[in-house]
């Protein structure tokens, strides 16, 4: 219901059953839940909005614009040990579901 733990994958706080929440999933990747405030850049901190590309990156959500930072760099390349995940923000959905 809520990921693997109950809590925010961004604060680690306990997220009520009536709060709206972000998730992130995909096949064969583990869902992370996000309270809505918290579904932000790790690096920026700007909040991610319906629409707005992220990328999951070891568990940390990381902008469009700062992932193409990361990867100018060249010693930022993911490699096995760091998971990578693309998405797109979809709407705010009610943690009980």
């Known amino acids: 219901?809520?990921?693997?733990?109950?809590?925010c994958?961004?604060?680690g706080q306990a997220i009520p059953a009536s709060e709206f929440?972000?998730?992130t999933s995909a096949p064969q990747q583990p869902l992370h839940v996000f309270h809505i405030k918290c579904f932000a850049c790790s690096k920026c901190g700007s909040h991610l909005m319906q629409g707005d590309r992220y990328y999951m990156l070891a568990g940390s959500l990381v902008c469009e614009q700062d992932w193409q930072k990361l990867m100018k760099s060249a010693n930022a390349a993911p490699g096995p040990g760091a998971p990578?995940?693309?998405?797109k923000v979809g709407r705010p959905r009610?943690?009980?579901e």
Do not use: I, T
């Open 94 to 96: 009610r943690s009980r």
């Open 84 to 87: 990578l995940r693309k998405g």
């Open 21 to 23: 929440v972000m998730r």
């Open 9 to 11: 994958a961004a604060c």
């Open 1 to 7: 219901m809520f990921g693997s733990s109950g809590a």
